[in-house]
């Protein structure tokens, strides 16, 4: 169970990665 849990963690790193950087990019370019 744990051996899966940090599967999924590990999966989930670059995909809130990547959404934390399309938010701050969006952020940038629209103004406001």
Do not use: D, N, Q, W
Not at 23 to 32: A, D, E, N, S, Y
């Amino acid at each position: 169970m744990l051996k899966y849990f940090f599967k999924r963690l590990l999966h989930g790193i670059p995909v809130l990665f990547a959404v934390s950087t399309i938010t701050f990019l969006i952020m940038r370019v629209v103004p406001g």
